[in-house]
């Protein structure tokens, strides 16, 4: 099975936003038989099952796990092995339903050296009027406890997803997001996979780029919903994620993390 | 008389400081704000809302970190209620 692993760039662009987008890299073929294999359902599985347990070979679930560059993206991200948290088909009636609050997944998920990852497919086109997912960029390292966010309605630069058919978006567990109010006269289909990392979570994509300034451009990047002084901290918390992700302690940008673990003769925390 | 609730998040703790975020809840029944539904927020600042006649009710307290939390990021801190009455 060939693989197209993620450049250092991309994966920084996920540590800084909290999700990466992979355009209509799903087969036409595949988004054709989507909607009757979501509308019967996929066997659900037990809490922790290798993924290729939980989509034998062949079926529709593991061809979509095998497309080289959702493959690949996976590999980056969770690496080799990963198990199956759980998954779910999220089906948004036409005319129907009203938006989820702003949320989280699960509960409150406070590591910062190792994370799961939410896999997102939408087989069809999802227009604006059809309420694709809510998500705000660069909210998934925020300490919050799953709908707690409830009360936020609106953030600057959030997006709301509009994609071609075939899409699937790659989320960090700790992103903000919610469903929204699907205006429109179609139904809109979205097959969720929530991986879990079997082992250390570091130097997994194709790191020769790693030097690349892009890599620290992508990660400084601030979002319009930040506040000035939080959003600074963002910076800091993504230094972290960074230095566990490349075995890096030294990693840095614009000296906020070494500026503050600087205590000469003291035991560094 | 019904209450109109306005919500908005600023960027720092200054009630002229622009906004970054914004909610809505409608006692009168007219409107059903709901979560995404616009991109452009109603004001530019908390005190343009004062200036178009919201009645700011109530704004975040400053609280230092909690000692060994200082780094974490979480909720939005600056957060200020206003309410129109019709």
Redesign the interface.
Known sequence: MRTTLLTSVQVAGFVAAGYLRLDGVVPQELNDQAVDVLEAGIPKVPYGTPLDVAFPAGSFARRLVEVPEVAGAMHSLVGPGPTVDHHAVHVREPRGGEAQPLHADAIIDTRMDAFDVQLMYYPREVTTDMGGTLVVPGSHLRRTNESDTGRYQNLRGQTRLTCPAGTVMLLHHGIWHGGRRNDSDQRRYMFKIRLNPTVPQVRLWDTTDLADPAVVAELSRRFPWYEQATGRLEIHNRVRLWRAMTADPDFDIDYWTTRVNNRPGRAVA | MKQQVL?L????SALD?P??????YDGTGRTH???????E?PYETGVDALRDGWRLFQASQLIPPYPGSE????????EFFFEKLS
């Open positions: 919500v998040y600023l960027a720092t400081a906004v970054v975020g914004w909610s809505s704000p709901t979560a995404g539904d616009g991109d927020p780094y974490d990021t979480s909720f939005l801190k600056h």
